[in-house]
């Protein structure tokens, strides 16, 4: 989870490199959508230029036929998914349905005004599709553009226009991060990284988290959950039975046989309020 800008998407493909399990961006599937003209993609251009959501429906339907896919057997990277309630409650049914349960939840944050200047400074080439920041890192030669090129031909994405970024900024806090990152604190999966400054300290930070949280390698996380899941042996389970009847006939044998002659001690009767024995008044001192 992360605000748009937030570099979400740099990092998860840090994370395929390191796991090898497939990066499922629900951004990135609407992209193609949209180039390969579909009625989806045409639906969601106009939406997402003016920073808004697809609908659940559509989102829900277009991660369940992803997430089933053979590919994604082995695990996989979400990425801007679920970025509402309803999503994340569909995930959950999903997940059990498939037998997949999340191992963590990463949530990238960075300051608000900061997100703006990366979002309305980017340019993307729209010869060689390089990404440029006006501000960080402006388009300049090298790196070379098609054929060697002189100069790179830059342009805004739409949903990059600054209007558009704080649109996108606000719908965020208000439908993503407070309810969404809330639902996933209650499972105890939620882990924030800090997502300022240089790229590779951010993936520095993100492993380190991954690692402090689960105690080993991040890679072992799934194996420790389905051994988590895993019941008990029967045979165990009984052995460990057998061994508690055990010990307590022994710790039985061991005790004293309580003398059936002696008489019973009274006890001082108990006040009902306090529960404390009652003591009985001492006998005024005689004067001399
Ligand atoms: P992203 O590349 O993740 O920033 O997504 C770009 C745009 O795609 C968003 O601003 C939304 O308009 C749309 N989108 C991506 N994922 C979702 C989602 N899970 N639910 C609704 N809309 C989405």
Do not use: W
């Not at 490199?17 to 497939?22: C, L």
């Not at 970025?83 to 949530?107: C, F, N, S, W």
Request: net charge positive; with cysteine; aromatic share 4%.
């Amino acid at each position: 989870m992360g605000a748009p800008g937030s570099g979400k998407g740099t990092q998860a493909q840090r994370l395929v490199s390191r796991y090898g399990i497939p990066h499922v961006s629900t951004g990135d599937i609407l992209r193609r959508e949209q180039e390969q003209g579909t009625e989806l993609g045409l639906r969601a251009r106009k939406i997402m230029e003016s920073g808004g959501y697809v609908d659940d429906a559509t989102m829900i339907a277009m991660i369940r036929n992803r997430l089933t896919q053979p590919d994604a057997a082995k695990g996989f990277i979400l990425d801007g998914f679920p970025r509402t309630i309803p999503q994340a409650e569909a995930l959950t049914k999903l997940l059990a349905e498939i037998g997949a349960p999340l191992d963590v939840v990463l949530l990238f944050e960075v300051n608000n005004e900061q997100l703006v200047k990366r979002l309305s400074g980017r340019r993307v080439c729209e010869l060689c599709k390089k990404v440029f920041n006006v501000h960080t890192a402006p388009p300049s030669v090298p790196p070379a553009c098609v054929d060697a090129r002189d100069e790179h031909q830059v342009v805004q994405r739409a949903d990059d226009a600054e209007d558009t970024v704080r649109a996108r900024l606000a719908k965020y806090e208000e439908m993503t991060r407070r309810p969404v990152s809330g639902f996933y604190s209650y499972t105890g999966l939620i882990r924030p990284v800090d997502a300022e400054g240089d790229i590779d300290e951010v993936t520095r930070r993100m492993f380190a988290t991954l690692v402090a949280g689960s105690r080993a390698d991040p890679s072992d996380v799934k194996k420790r959950v389905a051994a988590r899941r895993k019941p008990a042996k029967p045979k165990a389970r009984a052995r460990a039975r057998a061994r508690t009847i055990v010990r307590r006939k022994a710790k039985s044998r061991a005790k004293p046989a309580a003398k059936k002659s002696a008489p019973k001690k009274q006890r001082a009767p108990v006040r009902k309020s306090s529960r404390r024995p009652v003591r009985k008044a001492r006998p005024a001192r005689r004067k001399k």
